[in-house]
């Protein structure tokens, strides 16, 4: 979530219509040294919705929504309302 807010990207070249950065080696995820220290808080509370098994995932359904919780905290703290992702520093200015 924070990686996709932050700090993955694919860029085109407008001319000719290819991806600059068309393999991992050219496409930035990030290491430890560029995340913050992280609270991780889990909710102890009783699922009704739960399948039979009991089962339920806790994969891709958390990142859904760390890019907009990102978006939404500058918003709030700069005025200015962030609609594209990665968020850059320079389109804070």
């Known amino acids: 979530g924070i990686s996709k807010a932050l700090h993955e990207e694919s860029v085109m070249d407008a001319h000719f219509g290819k991806y600059i ?3 991992l080696a050219e496409y ?14 889990f909710a102890d509370e009783k699922d009704e919705l739960i399948n039979e098994p009991g089962i339920k995932g806790v994969g891709e359904i958390g990142l859904v929504a760390v890019p ?14 962030i609609n594209k992702l990665p968020i850059h520093f320079d389109e804070l200015l």
Request: charge should be neutral.
């Open 21 to 23: 950065n068309s393999n």
């Open 28 to 41: 930035h995820i990030p290491v430890h040294a560029d995340i913050n220290q992280l609270d991780v808080i």
């Open 68 to 81: 907009a919780a990102i978006a939404n905290a500058i918003y709030h703290a700069t005025g200015k309302r």
